[in-house]
């Protein structure tokens, strides 16, 4: 029995309320991503963090995240994506709770590693839950451009949140602000899925496959995150390496197990697999960009957290007109032509990022502010729509995993690459934005793979 099967007419009615309920919760999963950073200063203060134990409150989040996508999403297939959703919503409440009442530093790590596997357990049933309850592929796509949009505007909103609840009241409201947006979808989203199948009682976890699987994301992320925040090159090596024999052995478990992690035929196609590369890249491009631009509001141009924040106005703006624009196109161009004219977009509005950091002053990177915005927004919801696309519904919680395990992995990248380009020029922004050019030129031509 899977979601399909006993997805009723009520259930498809409320298609658009279940839309809003989980894209509520994704947009609090992107909140949270970015307004933990804007107070660490405040974090290290209070609690007694050193230098060098600082990091981990954001690499423990990113490592559990990371790491348990793809199983987490398998896990939904299995117990059904609502109670997944529900437990996985629930768990990050009860983190972030724990987050803002901590007084030791383990305890606030701890704790963000656990809000990192309520993340890990939500995320990739949002994409499935979006998969499952629209069927018209017109519908679906409009769907998926507004889940873009405001995973997108929930990262930038983050700053701006960051900046204003630490200058006015303290770090722990940065965690006490998830309560109340994970209770109304607890009681919202059970009772406009009541006609959704709870689980896939034929499907099965292979065991073996998710703890290589999730080994091998792990160490990809943070050997990546190493080369970002200039570590050793050794250790950096030494993880990469690690990954690699993970992947390696996570490929030859999954030929071997007759209940693999990720079904045999989701990867066989050539243009789920493109998708999901240009899916990296461009995701990569994106936190490159949000990386390197925010050092260059605050170093070069003096702004302080609440107004860089406030200086990615444009962006959103951007960003929101994709959503209605994007889904027009949708209706007349194929997802695949609309992919590869979006990274060219992306790519279009980092270059003109790079001149008006030359150029100097804020105004300057205006164009390339909104450009690059829109072309972002439009980018990510058409790969995660090719990459879903002909998913059988047991299977679309992986699927979901996949996609959200590729945006992890970009964002690693991303920052790698910002991080080294910035060593490497001196400290020169429109070098590292050059660097987020690139990216987005290859999502490009690997969008040219999504074409059957």
Not at 199 to 227: E, K, N, Q, S
Not at 278 to 291: E, N, Q, R, S
Not at 328 to 349: D, S
């Amino acid at each position: 029995m899977t979601e399909a099967t006993t997805t009723n007419s009520a259930v498809l009615a409320h298609r658009w309320k279940i839309l809003g309920v989980v894209c509520l919760v994704q947009f609090m999963l992107m909140v949270d991503d970015t307004v933990v950073n804007v107070a660490l200063p405040s974090i290290q203060s209070d609690l007694g963090f050193t230098p060098a134990t600082l990091p981990w409150i954001v690499n423990a989040y990113i490592l559990a995240f990371g790491g348990l996508l793809v199983a987490a999403g398998r896990i939904g297939d299995r117990i059904g994506l609502v109670r997944t959703f529900v437990a996985g919503t629930a768990l990050f409440a009860v983190a972030s709770l724990a987050c803002g009442v901590a007084q030791e530093p383990w305890q606030l790590v701890a704790a963000r590693f656990v809000q990192g596997i309520g993340s890990a357990l939500t995320s990739p049933t949002v994409l499935g839950l979006i998969t499952v309850v629209f069927r018209d592929p017109a519908e679906r796509g409009r769907a998926f451009g507004i889940w873009g949009g405001v995973a997108v505007t929930g990262g930038l909103s983050g700053v701006v949140l960051g900046g204003l609840i630490t200058g006015l009241l303290e770090w722990r409201w940065v965690f006490y602000i998830n309560l109340p947006v994970a209770a109304v979808a607890l009681v919202l989203l059970p009772l406009l899925t009541k006609g959704v199948a709870t689980a896939g009682r034929d499907v099965r976890i292979g065991l073996t496959g998710a703890v290589l699987l999730t080994g091998a994301v792990a160490a990809t992320v943070y050997g990546l995150l190493g080369l970002a925040e200039a570590h050793s090159l050794a250790r950096t090596a030494g993880f990469l390496g690690l990954a690699a024999v993970l992947f390696a052995l996570f490929v030859v478990s999954e030929k071997k197990s007759t209940t693999p992690l990720v079904p045999a035929g989701l990867l066989s196609s050539r243009v789920r697999v493109a998708a999901l590369v240009a899916g990296v890249l461009a995701t990569g491009a994106l936190f490159g960009v949000f990386f390197t631009l925010t050092l260059q509001l605050q170093r070069t141009l003096g702004f302080g957290p609440v107004l860089a924040g406030l200086a990615y106005v444009p962006f959103a703006l951007g960003s929101f007109t994709s959503i209605k624009t994007a889904a027009k196109l949708a209706q007349r161009i194929a997802p695949q032509r609309l992919l590869l004219l979006a990274t060219l977009v992306v790519a279009l509005g980092g270059l003109l990022l790079a001149g008006g950091v030359l150029l100097g002053g804020y105004w300057a990177l205006l164009p390339g502010l909104v450009v690059f915005g829109f072309g972002i927004s439009t980018v990510l919801p058409v790969t995660a729509q090719l990459a879903v696309a002909g998913v059988a519904p047991e299977n679309a919680g992986v699927a979901g995993g996949l996609v959200t395990s590729a945006q992890q992995l970009g964002g690693a990248v991303g920052l790698a690459v910002a991080g080294v380009l910035l060593g490497a020029a001196g400290d020169r922004h429109a070098t590292a934005l050059v660097g987020a050019v690139v990216l987005a030129g290859i999502a490009a031509v690997a969008s040219l793979r999504t074409r059957e």
